[in-house]
């Protein structure tokens, strides 16, 4: 599981899966959840683009999971 450092409140998964170089832009990110790939939030699928991500959740890609942690004081 790598962990994915935020310093904010929270991500969005569209954001998440830019970061983690799963797509290029934010267009391929709703093409990349309505037809290609499963995405697991907290072991649930969910295909919303502007989903907010926040600390400790997990998201699974691809047999890859990741886990939020925020660095926020």
Do not use: H, P, S
């Amino acid at each position: 599981m790598k962990e994915v450092i935020i310093n904010t409140e929270y991500i969005t998964l569209g954001q998440l899966l830019k970061m983690m170089n799963l797509v290029a832009t934010g267009g391929e990110v709703k093409f990349f959840l309505m037809q290609c790939k499963k995405v697991l939030v907290n072991d649930e699928e969910d295909r919303r683009r502007g989903r907010k991500l926040r600390d400790g959740d997990q998201v699974e890609v691809d047999g890859k999971r990741f886990v939020i942690k925020a660095n926020v004081d």
